[in-house]
């Protein structure tokens, strides 16, 4: 199999994006691409990651829609959907499929339009991730599963629900040096503790936003990097996902992350390296108790620990694991199709050294890890320069 490599990312800014329909963002996030890559040619294949699309606005088949926009006539053009996971779903299949040695050139986008419906409806679409026929039908929305995983958690170690406000704390604090971040306002502890309650014991500040907006990667084999971008490539060191039960009541452990901790394991594995190897971590937080689960599932802390790193300042941009380091979810935006594909357009950013004011010195290993549902269905990569 060949080595493959990132050589042209592009984003749109997140946040209500009205003006913009489905092929509008994702043209923009595939023409940053390849201008930042340097390339004019049409990619071989197009993987779109997308969740909510057939049911908030109305429209399928986005692999035809986009491409028919973009002018690439004829080209390989498929949708791919995990949920929130289906940004990192969607850079999987374009690693295998240059990996492979079937195609050359693979452009990967992930796009969501979330807020042109009513939050009812948005919620309702977002909830068809977990299990329609024994939560779904009882009501249960992802705010109220990750409530349940929340209070048990702070149940089971007892931990003060406080104690999960330097997630929101450092995202925020990071989110204000991104220009395409929806939230660039200062949290603090004493904000976090005032924040209105949504599903107890989950606040505002826990929680990402219902958003818009469009990223995009170009990949290649490595091989061929350099006759294609004079982009320094950044190298796919590791792709792996792994499954767990889609609801959450049928899991061995509630506050065990297994999808997580496999599909890490054998992202470890395809790129021979340890946690204590990663230098930048963009986890998925899409509520501050997915944070720290991701983080202890991950290896990064023990079971019950993960709060831990977050109040002692080690996932902070100068600490022993930095994590969202451009806002995360709740900072920057949580597309949720396009989530993953933002996530590792942000290791890539500083791998590259790109990153300004949020650099991670000397940064050279990063990982991604994105979940769909409670913890269905997640994808971890690696990358390094």
Known sequence: MRQVAAIGIGQTSIGELWQFGLRELASQALKSACAD?????QPDALFVANMLASRVS???????????????PGIEATTVEAACASGGAAFQAGVRAIA????????????????????DVTTAALATAADAEF???HGATFVALNALVMRRYMHEYGIPHAAFGPFSINAHANARNNPNAMFKTNVTQESYNRAPMIA??????DSSPICDGAGAILLCPLEMAADLSPRTPIRVLASASATDTIGIADRRNLLAL?????????????????PEDIDVFELHDAFSIMAALSLEAAGFADY????????SGDIALGGRIPICTMGGLKGRGHPVGATGVYELIDVITQLRGEAGANQVRDATIGMAQNIGGTGSTIVTHILGV
């Not at 890559?37 to 040619?41: E, S």
Request: proline share 3%.
């Open 135 to 137: 939560e779904g039908i």
């Open 304 to 311: 019950g620990k993960g709060v831990d790193l977050a109040g």
């Open 100 to 119: 492979s040695g079937m195609v050359d050139l693979v452009a990967v986008c992930g796009v969501e339009k979330m807020t042109d419906a009513t939050p």
């Open 58 to 72: 109305s429209q399928a088949h986005l692999g035809a829609l986009i491409a028919d926009y973009m002018g690439w």
């Open 200 to 205: 107890d014991p989950i606040n505002l500040l």
């Open 258 to 274: 297994e999808a997580g901790r496999m599909s890490a394991q054998k992202a470890y594995a395809q790129a021979s390296l340890a």
């Open 37 to 41: 890559a340097g390339i004019d040619r």
